[in-house]
């Protein structure tokens, strides 16, 4: 069974921190792009960040910049997501989800696989 399962969700103060974990099993990340995705009840999922296969190339969303930094680990088979400066506005359910290629796609459509999620809450 091909699966993505996210954790290091929870409460925190703002200002603070968490780091977010991304693991595969029955299928091997290193030649697929991951991505950070979160959604707000009501609203539209949005990209938060994106590491391609190899680890070369990222991305992030602008309200993330200098804040969040994704990483990846191939041998271990995980990608990580640290947050800092944590802000109530980041307050979600974050997903991350796997798109076969080298490159992090443009579209959501492109990812084949998703987490179940976690949840991050940011008290003010």
């Known amino acids: 069974q091909l699966q993505l399962v996210e954790s290091g969700g929870g409460l925190v103060q703002a200002g603070g921190s968490l780091r977010l974990s991304c693991a595969a099993s029955?299928?091997?990340?290193?030649?697929?792009?991951i991505g950070w995705f979160r959604q707000v009840p009501g609203k539209e999922r949005e990209g938060v960040s994106c590491?391609?296969?190899?680890?070369?190339?990222?991305k992030y969303a602008d309200s993330v910049k200098g804040r969040f930094t994704i990483s990846r680990d191939n041998a271990k088979n995980m990608v990580f997501l640290q947050m800092n400066s944590l802000k109530p506005a980041d307050t979600a359910v974050y997903y991350c989800?796997?798109?076969?290629?080298?490159?992090?796609?443009?579209?959501?459509?492109?990812?084949?696989?998703w987490g179940q999620g976690t949840q991050v809450t940011v008290s003010s």
């Open positions: 590491i391609s296969s190899s680890g070369g190339s990222t």
């Open positions: 989800a796997a798109a076969l290629g080298g490159l992090c796609p443009p579209y959501q459509y492109e990812y084949s696989y």
């Open positions: 029955g299928f091997t990340l290193d030649t697929y792009a």
